[in-house]
T-cell receptor, first 112, second 118 residues
Framework: KQEVTQIPAALSVPEGENLVLNCSFT??????LQWFRQDPGKGLTSLLLIQSSQREQTSGRLNASLDKSSGRSTLYIAASQPGDSATYLC???????????FGGGTRLMVKP | GAVVSQHPSRVICKSGTSVKIECRSL??????MFWYRQFPKQSLMLMATSNEGSKATYEQGVEKDKFLINHASLTLSTLTVTSAHPEDSSFYICSASRPYSGAADTQYFGPGTRLTVL
């Protein structure tokens, strides 16, 4: 059974810092990996999706990497802003259109 | 494109009543929809996978007679919490899988429904 772990569970940084969120998964036979953002009491916003054949994806200040063989992914946020404060979730899919297994999330607080 | 809506966004009900939550894909046809539950400060846990025109597949530990799922059309799935109790209070989120969308079979998530059972 796939298990997804995110470290750290919570993170507080001053504005402007670059930061890295970590995600690890136990079964490397994944179809893709996604990073989501969730604001309190809200649904999920997809940030980046990495196919199993890819090694990284970039969108603005966000960069996600994937090392499938070692079961790891990182989300890099450059020049963090208070508006980045949210919970970040990573999730892996076993095959096309299949269920997602979510990590526990990292609660990020960026202080002005 | 690829917008998923949920209704209602928030519901408060008395213990013992049933509550129906709707999940709609607004601008695409979704052959598969997923229902998740999220308890406070916890991650999303998959409850069931819903395929249009067939019975839902429930995850281990989820009571199918308590959480009734109907995927009547390619754009609508409903989750009914029957005889709700306070322990059913949670944030329920649906997602819809867009088929044949190219390289990424992305799941698109609804905004969630906050259920509070008194």
């Amino acid at each position: 059974k796939q298990e997804v772990t995110q470290i750290p569970a919570a993170l507080s940084v001053p504005e402007g810092e670059n930061l890295v969120l970590n995600c690890s998964f136990t079964d490397s036979a994944i179809y893709n990996l996604q990073w989501f953002r969730q604001d309190p009491g809200k649904g999920l916003t997809s940030l980046l999706l990495i196919q199993s054949s890819q090694r990284e994806q970039t969108s603005g200040r966000l960069n996600a990497s994937l090392d499938k063989s070692s079961g790891r992914s990182t989300l890099y946020i450059a020049a963090s802003q208070p508006g980045d404060s949210a919970t970040y979730l990573c999730a892996v899919s076993g095959n096309a259109g299949n269920m997602l297994t979510f990590g526990g999330g990292t609660r990020l607080m960026v202080k002005p | 494109g690829a917008v998923v809506s949920q209704h209602p966004s928030r519901v408060i009900c008395k213990s013992g009543t049933s509550v129906k939550i709707e999940c709609r894909s607004l601008d695409f046809q979704a052959t598969t929809m997923f229902w998740y539950r999220q308890f406070p400060k916890q991650s999303l846990m998959l409850m069931a996978t819903s395929n249009e025109g067939s019975k839902a597949t429930y995850e281990q530990g989820v009571e199918k007679d308590k959480f009734l799922i109907n995927h009547a059309s390619l754009t609508l799935s409903t989750l009914t919490v029957t005889s709700a109790h306070p322990e059913d209070s949670s944030f329920y989120i649906c997602s819809a899988s867009r088929p044949y969308s190219g390289a990424a079979d992305t799941q698109y998530f609804g905004p969630g429904t906050r259920l509070t059972v008194l």
